[in-house]
């Protein structure tokens, strides 16, 4: 099990484990090859889908109260609860926005969005799950998904499910094209330096944390190098801040 | 006349006051459990603590560490994949290792690299509630031997009361509770690290110095340091207001 250190195998795996990784690994490749990142975030929705017991799934990035969008829904109902959503301002994936934290409702009938729930009542939608795509203060999105009947996730769903709203994260961070493979806790997410470093380039630049990050994956991509390295030098100080010009 | 004992007993008091405190007031889990590490190292002589919590992926993260320095920040970071802390969770059992040397053989990426920083033993606690296990607290010692039955006792006490902070009351029926509980403190922790990020360069200080600024600035204004370290990042407080705030007569210090 911890034989492949240096590759970074996780002591702890499932089966799920092994097909989010899947999804993750197909998702950098089709980026590389010069796929959008529209097509990476369908399948990821579509993996959702078939990989957990849901019925439907969507991303929707947001700035703030004005700018909304759902990039892609995998049915119809799924598209409906976002626009929806949209349209009355209340609903998991703006709570889970708002809030950076998930809003999760195993039961639609138990929720703190009567208007949404009422508007809703006629899709045939039991249980919804909202994640924010977030990475500290960044916060850009939302991945909702539903379920006819009510139900809470397994722990064991509960890991593939964060695990794939992990993958969405990365593509719209721009940070899935960093390493083909690694382990989960390799993720450039993971690492405090990436955040810390973003930090940095806030005060040199006196920028948003969404703009530093740009400026960060900028420079990785014009020196050819990861961000994860970048990072590291800014925070090491072998490289200032002032260097890591626009993006 | 003080003796040694009863003032470790007013600070003992003291730290279970503190923690308690957290359950009943407003509080901050990142600020909660540097507390609970640095009570380890005070109340326990423990020559390090630190503090992971499960990711809900699989994984662990580094959630709370005594210091910041980076060599053992590594070593947290290599029990991710082996060592006793993933046993202590996966069992929700305490793992006490008395003799680090004499376990090579049972991790052998985590023993070499734990007595190189100059560590002989380690104890890792759970922060279990019933049948949920969400972390583990560990404790490393410089010299070899089992730490006193006394001071596990209270090390597990703090770690409950840690836990069930975190969880909170509704959260031991509901699952879901326990899923926003954890994501939220993860990607706070996030934030602190880009806050720390910010005011390292605007105030050339090094990480650890950098959090011990935010905590200081929470401190004074009564806010949480995740909010801080939000405003900070977001820009509505300015680096300035925070470091001139915290800053200690002289230089450098934390």
């Known amino acids: 099990m911890s034989r492949a250190w240096s590759t970074g195998a996780l002591v702890v795996a499932e089966a799920g484990d092994d097909e989010a990784d899947r999804v993750r690994h197909r998702v950098v490749g089709d980026l590389r090859g010069g796929g959008s990142e529209l097509d990476a975030l369908a399948k990821v929705c579509d993996a959702c889908v078939e990989l957990l017991p849901v019925d439907g799934a969507s991303v929707s990035v947001m700035t703030g109260d004005l700018g909304r969008e759902c990039l892609y829904a995998t049915d119809r109902v799924a598209a409906r609860i976002e626009a929806v959503q949209f349209s009355l301002g209340e609903g998991p994936c703006f709570q889970a926005f708002d809030t950076k934290r998930p809003a999760l409702a195993p039961n639609l009938r138990d929720v703190a969005w009567p208007v949404f729930a009422a508007e809703i009542g006629a899709e045939p939608v039991g249980a919804l799950f909202g994640f924010p795509l977030v990475a500290g203060a960044i916060s850009i999105g939302a991945l909702d998904l539903y379920r006819r009947t009510p139900g809470w996730l397994s722990a064991a769903q509960l890991r593939v499910a964060l695990r794939l709203v992990d993958v969405a994260t990365l593509v719209l961070l721009g940070l899935g094209l960093d390493r083909a493979a690694g382990a989960w806790t390799d993720l450039p997410l993971r690492r405090a330096q990436v955040h810390q470093a973003v930090g940095m380039l806030i005060a040199e630049f006196g920028v948003s944390p969404e703009h530093a990050l740009a400026r960060l994956r900028g420079h990785a991509f014009t020196t050819g190098r990861l961000v994860d390295e970048v990072a590291d030098d800014l925070v090491s100080r072998r490289l200032h801040p002032a260097d890591v010009g626009g993006a | ?254």
């Open chain 2, 1 to 254: 006349m003080e003796t040694p004992g009863s003032a470790r007993e007013a600070l003992l008091l003291g730290a279970f006051v503190r923690m308690a405190d957290t359950l009943v007031d407003d509080y901050d889990v990142v600020e909660m459990l540097h507390e609970l590490v640095g009570y380890c190292v005070s109340l326990l002589d423990s020559a390090a603590a630190g503090l992971v919590l499960s990711d809900q992926r699989g994984g662990l993260q580094v959630l709370a560490s005594s210091t910041d320095e980076t060599r053992l920040l590594e070593l947290f970071q290599v029990q991710i994949r082996e060592g006793p802390c993933l046993d202590c969770i996966g069992a929700g059992e305490p793992v006490r290792v008395p003799d680090l040397a004499a376990e090579r053989a049972r991790w052998p990426r985590f023993v070499p690299q734990a007595v190189s920083r100059g560590f002989a033993a380690v104890h890792a606690i759970p922060m279990r509630l019933r049948q949920n296990t969400i972390g583990a607290l560990n404790l490393f010692d410089h010299g070899v031997g089992a730490m006193a039955e006394q001071d596990l006792l209270v090390a597990r006490a703090l770690a409950d009361i840690a836990t069930i902070g975190i969880l909170h009351e509704r959260a031991i029926r509901r699952g879901e509770v326990l899923t926003e509980q954890l994501q939220t403190a993860l990607n706070n922790r996030i934030t602190i690290e880009q806050a720390k990020g910010v005011l390292a360069h605007a105030g050339r200080l090094d990480m650890h110095q950098a959090f011990q600024a935010l905590r200081a600035y929470g401190r004074s204004r009564n806010a949480l340091v995740s909010e801080v370290a939000h405003q900070v990042v977001t820009g509505v407080i300015t680096p300035a207001a925070v470091l001139t705030l915290s800053a200690p007569p002289g230089r450098g210090s934390t």
